[in-house]
């Protein structure tokens, strides 16, 4: 099942809503191939099954460039940017675009490092990037400007952030999200929306944003039109981070299974597109 719309711009609750894409992804299955990190495998992955899709971690290049082509989406994660990894990452890449597979990239630290900048640089001019999920720095970095970024951490309040991702969507041709304490996503030709959904404690867990790519993964497979499937996944993933709250826990580890448990659990407000709102 796909979940068609007629226009990219002007969300409203007639052509955005979650419930019924959230029952897209759940009935499609989407094979999601996830090429990420260590440190946040576990949860990519169970963030892909929680949402109702098909997670395989396949990331040695003789596996990976079969697998995508029988998948729905590919996630490139550049958490590990080993020579071996950075070349599997293209290979994959390049089978998706021939597949026509969307390709959600998160460029992991760029601005951080060279060879963090130089490889997503790479990924975004040599493939057909479907989406870029980074946070505000990595989009800065991306686009051109000053993006400060600490090992793999956005820092400082990047004001111009709104512009940044407009930027780098329009050369790149994806949609961006620029995820922070509020998340924006830069559709190709504009405009951006500004998502009110989350919660502070999101920013407490490492992998969150891991999730989130995962998350515009999953739903970019299976609902037809990027830039909707994106828009609703973020809007998704936040108030998942919100649910989480409502339940006891006493830190960031058991905010991390409440967080899990949100997301397979969902059941969004009536009102959840009015979180939605265009800022440029």
């Given at each position: 099942?796909?979940?068609?719309?007629?226009?990219?711009?002007?969300?409203?609750?007639?052509?955005?809503?979650?419930?019924?894409?959230?029952?897209?992804?759940?009935?499609?299955?989407?094979?999601?191939?996830?090429?990420?990190?260590?440190?946040?495998?576990?949860?990519?992955?169970?963030?892909?099954?929680?949402?109702?899709?098909?997670?395989?971690?396949s990331d040695d290049r003789r596996d990976a460039?079969?697998?995508?082509?029988?998948?729905?989406?590919?996630?490139?994660?550049?958490?590990?940017?080993?020579?071996?990894?950075?070349e599997t990452m293209a290979a994959t890449g390049e089978s998706a675009d021939e597949h026509g597979v969307?390709?959600?990239?998160?460029?992991?630290?760029?601005?951080?490092?060279?060879?963090?900048?130089?490889?997503?640089?790479?990924?975004?001019?040599?493939?057909?990037?479907?989406?870029?999920?980074?946070?505000?720095?990595?989009?800065?970095?991306?686009?051109?400007?000053?993006?400060?970024?600490?090992?793999?951490?956005?820092?400082?309040?990047?004001?111009?952030?709104?512009?940044?991702?407009?930027?780098?969507?329009?050369?790149?041709?994806?949609?961006?999200v620029a995820s922070g304490v509020t998340d924006l996503v830069a559709l190709p030709d504009g405009p951006v929306y500004e998502v009110e959904a989350g919660h502070p404690s999101m920013g407490e867990v490492v992998g969150t944003g891991c999730m989130l790519g995962a998350t515009c993964a999953a739903f970019a497979g299976a609902i037809d039109g990027t830039p909707r499937a994106v828009l609703a996944g973020v809007l998704a993933f936040g108030l998942a981070g919100e649910a989480a709250?409502?339940?006891?826990?006493?830190?960031?580890?058991s905010y991390r299974v409440n967080l899990h448990d949100a997301v397979a659990g969902l059941e969004p407000p009536a009102d959840a597109t009015e979180r939605i709102e265009q800022v440029e």
């Open positions: 099942m796909t979940w068609s719309y007629d226009t990219v711009v002007g969300v409203t609750d007639a052509d955005l809503d979650l419930d019924t894409a959230l029952a897209a992804v759940d009935e499609a299955a989407p094979l999601v191939n996830a090429i990420t990190n260590d440190v946040t495998v576990t949860d990519v992955a169970n963030a892909v099954l929680e949402w109702g899709a098909l997670p395989v971690m460039v079969e697998m995508v082509a029988g998948a729905e989406a590919l996630l490139l994660n550049t958490g590990d940017v080993s020579e071996t990894g950075v969307p390709v959600v990239l998160d460029p992991v630290g760029a601005g951080a490092t060279t060879v963090r900048s130089e490889t997503a640089a790479r990924l975004c001019a040599d493939l057909d990037v479907a989406v870029v999920k980074a946070n505000r720095g990595e989009v800065a970095a991306l686009a051109g400007a000053e993006g400060a970024v600490r090992g793999v951490e956005s820092v400082g309040d990047h004001a111009d952030a709104g512009e940044h991702a407009a930027a780098l969507a329009a050369e790149t041709g994806a949609t961006v709250a409502d339940w006891d826990y006493r830190g960031p580890g």
